[in-house]
């Protein structure tokens, strides 16, 4: 396993986790995390973007593939959601993350709901 894909498995893992300090260390000080819901930048933005709110509904991320070429790193993933409370499944959605990375740090995570467009982004 390269540094690059190690990286992009561990960010995957500590957001799992909700281990923020461990999370932050994996991104460079430049940072993109184009979220759903707009771009954080930068170390503190990515860390509240990965903070969970308690209760309602949360996500674990499973990886289904992941590829290396450069300094990208493409994931097909799956997200089960559950309801904190009794940790039953609500839904579970598929996407790509696309990483790029710089000197083994994230420095752009972008998720795809769309798999080819993740693809022809990963490749370009």
Not at 3 to 26: C, G, I, K
Not at 27 to 38: C, K, N, S
Not at 75 to 91: G, I, P, S, T
Request: with cysteine; hydrophobic share 40%.
């Amino acid at each position: 396993m390269t540094p690059e894909e190690r990286t992009a498995r561990e960010f995957v893992s500590t957001f799992n986790r909700s281990e923020l300090d461990s999370f932050v260390e994996l991104l460079d000080p430049e940072v993109e995390i184009h979220g759903m819901r707009g771009t954080s930048k930068g170390r503190e933005e990515a860390r509240a973007w990965a903070t969970k709110k308690p209760g309602g509904v949360q996500q674990t991320v499973l990886i289904q593939s992941c590829e290396q070429a450069g300094d990208r790193v493409l994931m097909d993933v799956k997200r089960e959601w559950r309801w904190e409370e009794d940790d039953e499944l609500a839904y579970v959605d598929e996407l790509a993350w696309l990483f790029h990375l710089r000197d083994a740090k994230v420095l752009s995570w972008q998720p795809f709901e769309d798999k080819e467009e993740a693809k022809a982004a990963f490749t370009a």
